[in-house]
């Protein structure tokens, strides 16, 4: 298999094209920094810590706003913290939630260490046995235009790897402040009577 | 050697109808859980109510994640688990302080009163020190007649202050758990 050739940020940017309402939710690390040099919106809410529980701060979310999409963008080192999410996810089965892994196949915060899927472990391939009905490896950028409708309409959650390759690009640091993120997200969703509550 | 046959009896019948109304008129909708003998009638009583959503975790920090996603997104959740399950969650509950995420946790504990498997007994007495460690407010509860109180508490603690707090029901208000090989 050739070397990925999808640049993250290209991916991002494409995938939130006329985004409308869709929430985006993103892991620690590198897809909070390419989230934030995209968007800066009370409909983001990047993680910077909690390895291993993007995903499922995404289902708490899918399930609390059944009448929106959410997005989580994470890594694969990330995801495969808490792999275990995916078949919580499949078997609680939100309509509304994808996630989407631009997996570069390494541990790019830390010195570019391989992850397992470097050695082939395949995330869609274990979200397809969790019971995930929509799976998709997008290698090429003629596949991101599907992928991209398949955020915003479905009818069982999405697992979608996209294989991009290593690069280093500028650091962009959303918000740091966890409850200005929070209550800036409730708001937008809850009215701004929610920081009231 | 044949497996122990466990003779725990869940005293579900005591309190976890009244504390599963506690959650109601909390509009509590969601409940993450990893199950315990503990807390099997609450469980049930929560999948048996079509306004209400339990989801099973494959680890307890899974459901740390998912409540404070729901919060963001309008939803209160209690989420049980054993005491053994505190300790998958220690990273995940930097979330709930980082953010000021209200949660109630309830905890039933392992490792102390009359406990059988040496096992449990780490975790379990290093639960309180690990949840406070990590900003969790404790509250520990003996009595179960005390209870459903002790519960609509934490619940008015945890959305009034936005904290996570924990409501630990000590393995005296449970029964100690007994298994057949057991002297």
């Known amino acids: 298999m050739n070397a990925p050739q999808l640049e993250r940020r290209v991916v991002m940017a494409q995938l939130l094209e006329e985004r409308g309402s869709l929430l985006a939710v993103t892991g620690l690390g590198a897809t909070a920094w390419d989230l934030a040099s995209l968007s800066d ?11 291993g529980g993007a995903a499922m701060f995404g289902l708490g ?95 069982s959650p999405l697992l979608a790897v996209v294989k991009v390759a290593l690069t280093a690009d500028p650091m962009t640091l959303p918000p740091r402040d966890g409850t200005y993120l929070k209550n800036r997200m409730r708001a937008a969703l809850l009215g701004p009577t929610a920081i009231y509550e | 050697m044949s497996e122990p046959v466990s003779t725990f009896q869940n005293p579900a019948g005591t309190w976890s109808l009244a504390v599963y109304d506690v959650l109601k008129a909390q509009n509590v909708r969601l409940v993450p859980f990893v199950p315990d003998g503990g807390h099997r009638g609450l469980i049930e009583h929560c999948q048996a109510d079509p306004d209400m959503r339990a989801v099973t975790l494959t680890t307890e920090q899974e459901g740390v994640a998912l409540a404070a996603g729901a919060w963001v997104g309008g939803v209160r959740s209690v989420l049980l688990m054993q005491s053994s399950g505190v300790g998958n969650c220690i990273n995940m509950l930097s979330l709930l302080k980082t953010c000021q995420m209200p949660l109630v946790i309830l905890v039933t504990m392992r490792g102390e009163w009359g406990e059988f498997n040496p096992w449990q007994v780490p975790m379990g007495q290093a639960t309180p020190e690990v949840l406070r460690a990590m900003g969790v407010l404790v509250q520990r509860v003996d009595d179960p007649e005390l209870l459903p109180g002790e519960v609509d508490a934490a619940l008015r603690l945890a959305y009034s202050t936005y904290s996570p707090v924990a409501v630990l029901l000590s393995q005296k208000l449970l029964g100690a758990k007994k298994f057949g090989g057991s002297k």
């Open chain 1, 61 to 155: 979310l899918a399930l609390a706003q059944p009448d929106r999409s959410v997005v989580v963008f994470t890594g694969d080192g990330e995801l495969l913290m808490g792999l275990g999410a995916l078949s919580t996810i499949a078997v609680t089965r939100p309509p509304n939630l994808s996630v989407v892994v631009l997996d570069n196949e390494r541990y790019g915060e830390t010195g570019a260490q391989p992850t397992h899927t470097a050695a082939g472990v395949d995330l869609a391939a274990v979200a397809r046995a969790c019971g995930f009905e929509r799976t998709i490896t997008v290698r090429e950028e003629s596949g991101i235009p599907a992928l991209r409708a398949g955020l915003h309409a479905g009818e």
């Open chain 1, 41 to 51: 919106s009370p409909h983001d809410f990047p993680l910077w810590g909690a390895m």
